[in-house]
């Protein structure tokens, strides 16, 4: 029987091209997570978000996500922060204390030793949050997909940034697998993380627009 469950599609077109996603991922139930993550990414693409505005962090379990979805948004407005000037002036050029200005008709010095310049980057638009829990025989499944839940709302509330809900709670394996397109026969099922692939471009879109005072 066909299933009236799922988004429908917006009548906008969001485009990706100038939004920067972190991707959050816990590690338990690999399988599935795997399935999600790699559904989350395709669709970040078909949407035009490079290679290099996806960031992808992991965390032991779904417990650890609230967390580091906090602590990735805020880093990444750390890096936002950072001119290049402050990152030349934390290399250690093997010289004077102050940074030495190059001027652009001055042909640098080859370095001694190898170095990384990370240049500035825009902090995230959103963040996708991705878990897998799966009903055992304990409450521990209850508390922990209640507490999760609860923690990525006051994130996403707390910080402004979008933050997609990305955990699944399964009350059985197969379930699971359905939820992430691996099921079997009929019961294959769809992969979730792209519908979050698609959200996280839509509310990025959506958060930017705001913060300019556009509704
Ligand atoms: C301990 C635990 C259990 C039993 N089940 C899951 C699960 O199904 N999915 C998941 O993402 N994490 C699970 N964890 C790990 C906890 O989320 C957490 O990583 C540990 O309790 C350490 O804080």
Known sequence: MSSIKGPSASDAQFDGAGLRIAIVHARWNKQ????????????????GVKDSHIVIQSVPGSFELPLACSKVIAASRVEAGATTADLLGGLN????????????????????????????????DAVIAIGTLIKGSTMHFEYISDAVTHALMKVQLETGVPVIFGVLTALTEEQALERAGLGTGENKGHNHGEDWGFAAVEMGSHSRRWAEGKV
Not at 33 to 47: E, F, Q, S
Not at 99 to 123: D, G, L
């Open 93 to 124: 050029l093997g010289g004077s204390a102050s940074p030495k200005v190059i001027s652009r008709s001055e042909t640098p010095a080859p370095a001694t030793q190898s170095m990384i310049v990370t240049m500035p980057q825009q902090p995230f």
């Open 32 to 47: 599935v997570i795997d399935a999600l993550v790699d559904g989350a990414i395709t669709k970040l693409k078909a949407c």
